[in-house]
């Protein structure tokens, strides 16, 4: 197709909107402005960090924030899909007759997930008041870690029927682990969980092999 004559060896300049799209292409533009997200909210708080800084510190224009997330919230809500998956291999930890150790050894792993993701799950943490996305996402967490200490326990325990009340020792396991890794953003460390699951497991043991007592209607 023949060029107008004005058009004649003229060079179309990226308008704005070009611009963006093209550096768009960069899959390592968004990372990095999740990353900086995450630094920065960690840092300051959501509502205390504007885009434009997050941009500056991602290196990226401001309106490719805006490209990926509509929203600041937006930001928020792929960090927290970014938190990594409390899903442990129940029979990898647990072992017959132990259990304890397979308590002790399922906490291991998952102490071992928050270390590695130590500055997004403080964020989290620290969001999880004021943002209902962060919220849920730990709600959701915490019922993946009930379900984990259940199944552990329930591998664990020696062979023989079973009087003792699993499920409330999973849930009250839980909410240790938690709470340990909630305060972890502190530096805290919670010296009593090995005593309080060595407590825990005993009372389970007990009940193992000891028939049901059916409470009268």
């Not at 899903?87 to 291991?108: C, F, I, K, P």
């Not at 008041?129 to 325990?157: C, G, K, M, N, S």
Request: glycine letters at 6%; aromatic letters at 4%; proline letters at 5%.
């Amino acid at each position: 197709m023949a060029q107008a004559p004005g058009d004649r060896g003229a060079r179309k300049r990226p308008s704005t909107s070009d611009e963006l799209v093209e550096a768009a292409q960069s899959e390592s533009a968004r990372e990095r402005i999740l990353a900086a997200a995450g630094e920065l909210f960690a840092e300051h708080g959501f509502d205390a960090t504007p885009t434009s800084r997050i941009a500056e510190r991602a290196e990226v224009p401001k309106g490719l924030i805006h490209y990926y997330f509509r929203r600041k919230q937006d930001l928020l809500t792929a960090l927290v899909e970014r938190l990594p998956e409390d899903l442990v291999e129940s029979d990898r930890v647990a072992v017959r007759g132990d259990v304890a150790g397979s308590l002790r050894r399922l906490v291991g792993e998952l102490d071992a997930r928050l270390e590695s993701s130590l500055m997004l799950s403080h964020l989290l943490w620290r969001e999880a008041d004021t943002h209902v996305a962060v919220r849920q996402a730990l709600q959701r967490r915490f019922r993946t870690v009930v379900e984990l200490i259940r199944r552990v326990i329930e591998l664990a325990l020696p062979p023989g029927p079973v009087s003792c009340d699993i499920d409330t020792a999973a849930v009250l396991l839980a909410r240790v682990v938690n709470h340990r890794h909630s305060v972890a953003r502190h530096g805290a460390h919670d010296d009593e969980l090995d005593r309080e699951i060595s407590f825990v497991a005993r009372a389970l043991e007990l009940g193992v092999g000891k028939p049901r007592k059916i409470k009268p209607a």
